[in-house]
């Protein structure tokens, strides 16, 4: 079954203690690398899947959007959402990305911030993202490195003294469930890989239009001691396609 | 400066000895998949950069390709190659692929098998193609994945009995040389990212269309015990391109 662990009461409170959940977008490392990848937001229809907290549905809407829809499987996220990033043009639907459904054509731009690593079926769910888009409408996502969850642990793999000494990549071509430890709580995640994600989206009619790995700016690196690790291995992936 | 590792003779003699230099294409694992993606050739003029043996050059002759050029920076590769695979449609061309130059739209298809990671800089040669390429052309190249070359060993990971324990990945953010070992001798290769790949296509009117990380047929897998192995980390990586 569909894991909801943004419900749990202990995972929740760690999660909002974290720079993204405090400070938004300016605390996700990533959030510089993702901007450049949105699309023109103005007159247009928009569905953020996974949307949890409502950042980037509020800043949709910020940016001219017509209407957003903001759909997660988390109430918890919910409800912050609806009291910290409400807007007239924003609704909030609760509901699994992977039971929603919409009419063909029904939004010009689809996102979707770091939860597409919880969906079993990305195959299915991006047959459907490319039949909800109008053509020439924007899907820009960004999930979890497939080098990331490859080999599970998503840690470091270290000395007897603990020090880093690269890290970890195995099983890479075996798709699926992994138990991964997410602010010391166990977590589900699905691994698949770079070419599962790419032709998802090529198979379906969309063409790439951006690709990234974001890595922390440089003066992140330069400042704060233990960013430097941050490019030993490529944490996240960022992809946006087009609509032909 | 270049190197050229080809044309030293213990390594050219290790090369010859490898199932993909005494069996061609059949003898590359990468080869079905690699097919797969490789464009119509019948009338066509093609550019193969780092022909080696002339494998891929006899292949797009074979499929009616008008003209075939096939540029290699090593005399011994091309010495092989001028045996083995000659056409009337093929000529063979002794330099650098850094160092050649041709007419704008002077080709249909460029290829490149197994090649780029020898090259340090590869925006400048992504520039050329893209400029070399006539409208609708096409562009496919296998390189080693960014996964396998971002370490530097390109090496598995093993404990004190041997026994592997996992592929390191580390310094991925960090482009440029690597002091790699391939068949028992030092070969210099050049990491840099997915995105840096992606992106060079991209980012000069090639549109994708084609993503691979290819992988050991299943035959292979089932009947070789050390295939296994193989589904544990990307080796290599394969993409195509359109001019638009």
Redesign the interface.
Same mark, same amino acid.
């Given at each position: 079954m569909m894991e909801n662990k943004y419900d749990d009461p202990v995972f929740f409170e760690k999660y909002a203690q974290m720079d993204r959940s405090r400070l938004g977008l300016k605390g996700a490392g990533e959030w510089r690398t993702l901007e450049s990848m949105l699309p023109d937001f103005a007159g247009r229809d928009v569905l953020d899947l996974g949307c949890g907290y409502g950042w980037h549905c509020a800043y949709a809407a910020e940016h001219g959007a017509k209407s957003v829809l903001g759909v997660d499987i988390s109430e918890k996220m919910l409800k912050t959402a609806r009291e910290k990033h409400t807007a007239p043009v924003i609704e909030y639907r609760h509901a699994a990305m992977e039971d929603v459904d919409f009419a063909d054509g029904a939004f010009d731009v689809i996102l979707s911030s770091l939860a597409f690593h919880y969906v079993a079926d990305f195959g299915a769910l991006a047959r459907n993202i490319a039949r909800w888009l109008r053509p020439v409408g924007d899907f820009v996502f960004s999930c979890e490195h497939p080098?990331f969850t490859?080999?599970g642990s998503q840690d470091w793999?270290r000395d007897a003294q603990g020090s880093i #000494?690269?890290? +970890?990549?195995?099983?890479?071509?075996?798709e699926g469930e992994r138990q991964a430890v997410f602010l010391g709580e166990r977590v589900t995640k699905y691994h698949r890989?770079?070419?599962t994600y790419?032709?998802a989206l090529?198979d379906n009619g969309l063409?790439?239009?951006?690709?990234?790995?974001p890595?922390p700016p440089q003066e992140m690196v330069d400042t704060i001691p233990s960013m430097a690790d941050e #490019?030993?291995? +490529?944490m996240m992936l960022i992809l946006a396609a087009k609509k032909r």
């Open positions: 080098v490859a080999e793999y #000494l690269h890290f +970890p990549v195995d099983n890479y071509y075996i890989t770079l070419t790419v032709n090529l063409a790439l239009t951006g690709f990234a790995e890595q #490019l030993r291995r +490529p």
